[in-house]
């Protein structure tokens, strides 16, 4: 890659089950009326982004855009986290999800203006450490432990037919099946509680699963996680409150507690597995920190982001 890159684009060719290839000329034509001054690079493999990511950004490169799903967006952001590049995202994905809050979901038109013309919004990231894998990782949108993760568990091993929340609700009833409840030890900003628990989400962004309303109210630049903490019930009623999660009145249930935290530690028993980011990896027991405002990322400049 030349030393004097300017701007990058990502592209995983393969995101949104090849939709994001086919978009390439569209994209071409929308960023190159403003500027052809544009690396265009292509992944192939699982790593490829956040490795190109990280020689742009060494390389001097001033924007870095991903294209792509929550894969692509997640990898480009932790090779660009601690440089002086700035992260865009044209999102072409299932999820989505931190596009949804930054508004730029939904429409090419305004995710490539956002790119040229847009301001930026320095996001918080969350760093999670656990056990089953080696150095912090780091998230945008979520980490949690529990049936939600199991269920993540789930789509990613078994339900390849479907995508985004149909995928997740269908994930959820399989898992359904063989769960218990287990024993949580949650520490949120020096504050223990102990609680038999279905599951705990840590939501840096109000979405997840693509679309689903986890953490109403919650923004990626506020310096805090909103957690949901949802507590032993009986497995119908779990079901029933998942499809209320969609609008966020999932809330309303007395199992269901809200907090607001920016260090949180997690032990379960027995373990349970993580998801960060609609990855599941290693295991609790495991400690979240907040870095405020870590990532430069590029955003409508005609619609604040409210999520």
Same mark, same amino acid.
């Given at each position: ?11 995983? $060719? ?28 292509? +992944?192939?493999?699982?790593?490829? =982004? ?7 950004? =060494? ?74 894998? +080696? ?30 929340? $149909? ?7 399989? +898992? ?26 840590? =939501? ?15 923004? *990626? ?51 349970? $597995? ?5 990855? *599941?990896?290693?295991?609790?027991? =495991? ?17 604040? $982001? *409210?999520?």
């Amino acid at each position: 890659m030349p030393s004097t890159t300017t701007n990058v684009i990502i592209v995983n $060719p393969t995101a949104g089950r090849g939709e994001a290839g086919k978009q390439v000329p569209a994209i071409r034509r929308l960023l190159e009326a403003d500027s052809a001054d544009w690396i265009w690079l292509y +992944t192939k493999a699982r790593g490829d =982004a956040e490795r190109m990511a990280r020689e742009a950004a =060494a390389n001097g490169a001033s924007i870095v855009v991903a294209v792509g799903g929550d894969g692509t967006l997640h990898e480009v952001a932790n090779g660009l986290l601690g440089s002086q590049s700035t992260l865009a995202l044209i999102p072409i994905g299932t999820g989505n999800d931190l596009a949804r809050a930054l508004k730029l979901h939904g429409n090419l038109e305004v995710a490539c203006r956002a790119v040229t013309h847009g301001n930026i919004l320095h996001i918080d990231v969350g760093v999670i450490e656990g056990a089953g894998f +080696t150095g912090p990782r780091h998230f945008l949108v979520i980490a949690g432990t529990g049936f939600d993760a199991r269920t993540a568990q789930t789509v990613n091993e078994g339900v390849r037919w479907i995508s985004g929340a $149909p995928a997740y609700v269908v994930g959820a009833i399989k +898992t359904l099946m063989g769960f218990t409840p287990f024993e949580l030890t949650l520490t949120t900003d020096g504050e223990k509680r102990q609680t038999r628990a279905m599951f705990v989400s840590v =939501a840096n962004a109000e979405t997840t699963g693509g679309g689903m309303k986890i953490a109403p109210g919650a923004k *990626v630049d506020d310096g805090q996680f909103d957690l949901c903490l949802v507590g032993a019930v009986p497995k119908l009623t779990l079901l029933n409150q998942l499809t209320k999660v969609f609008d966020g009145k999932h809330v309303l249930h007395p199992a269901v507690t809200m907090l607001r935290a920016s260090e949180i530690t997690l032990d379960a028993d027995p373990p349970q $597995p993580l998801l960060i980011d609609g990855e *599941v990896l290693g295991t609790t027991p =495991a400690r979240i920190t907040l870095m405020r405002g870590a990532l430069p990322i590029k955003v409508p400049a005609e619609t604040p $982001p *409210v999520g």
